[in-house]
């Protein structure tokens, strides 16, 4: 793990991170909020925490 905070590596991976974040689920495009909460989590759980690790790792 690099303490660089801003290593090539781990910008790397940050900018993957937030490129992810501006994709992640609109509220308009569900009929509720429980429709979009599900599809939220789904997300955080699938892409975003991945992305979440390899930083940590990085």
């Given at each position: 793990?690099?303490t660089?905070?801003?290593?090539?590596?781990?910008?790397?991976?940050r900018?993957?991170?937030?490129?992810?974040?501006?994709?992640?689920?609109?509220?308009?495009?569900?009929?509720?909020?429980?429709?979009?909460?599900?599809?939220?989590?789904?997300?955080?759980?699938?892409?975003?925490?991945p992305?979440?690790?390899?930083?940590?790792?990085?």
């Amino acid at each position: 793990m690099s303490t660089e905070p801003h290593s090539p590596t781990r910008q790397a991976v940050r900018n993957e991170l937030f490129s992810a974040a501006l994709q992640a689920p609109a509220p308009r495009d569900y009929p509720n909020h429980a429709a979009y909460a599900q599809a939220f989590e789904a997300y955080q759980a699938d892409t975003m925490q991945p992305l979440r690790e390899k930083l940590a790792a990085a």
